[in-house]
Nanobody, 121 residues
Framework: QVQLVESGGGLVQPGGSLRLSCAAS????????MGWYRQAPGKQRELVAS???????NYADFVKGRFTISRDNAKNTVYLQMNTLEVEDTAVYLC???????????????WGQGTQVTVSS
């Protein structure tokens, strides 16, 4: 079974930084794209950033210039470096992967359980 496990969330003051990691494990043939989403209380889930297997990135307007997404294909891991965090960034951050599993060979979309990011004074 394919699993996504996030880490790196926590409590940080405004202006601080956090680095989120998401490691995919299991029978994976190829990960096409990985991304980070977030969901705050009373809000819909929204895309924060995504990255393709070739390294092309896409960012939501509200994080451009502050967040950086990257991936290590050898480790099946995606990272989200979050700088200059704001109170409005408080949310559960979820990892997503569009991948090809090994058996049966098929395309799957997988989600992690999420990690809480709280930005507060």
């Amino acid at each position: 079974q394919v699993q996504l496990v996030e880490s790196g969330g926590g409590l940080v003051q405004p202006g601080g930084s956090l680095r989120l990691s998401c490691a995919a494990s299991g029978g994976i043939l190829r990960i096409n794209a990985m991304g980070w989403y977030r969901q705050a209380p009373g809000k819909q889930r929204e895309l924060v950033a995504s990255i393709t297997s070739g390294g092309s990135t896409n960012y939501a307007d509200f994080v451009k210039g502050r967040f950086t997404i990257s991936r290590d294909n050898a480790k099946n891991t995606v990272y989200l470096q979050m700088n200059t965090l704001e109170v409005e960034d408080t949310a559960v951050y979820l990892c997503n992967a569009d991948l090809i599993q090994t058996y049966p060979i098929s395309r799957k979309e997988c989600w992690g359980q999420g990690t809480q990011v709280t930005v507060s004074s």
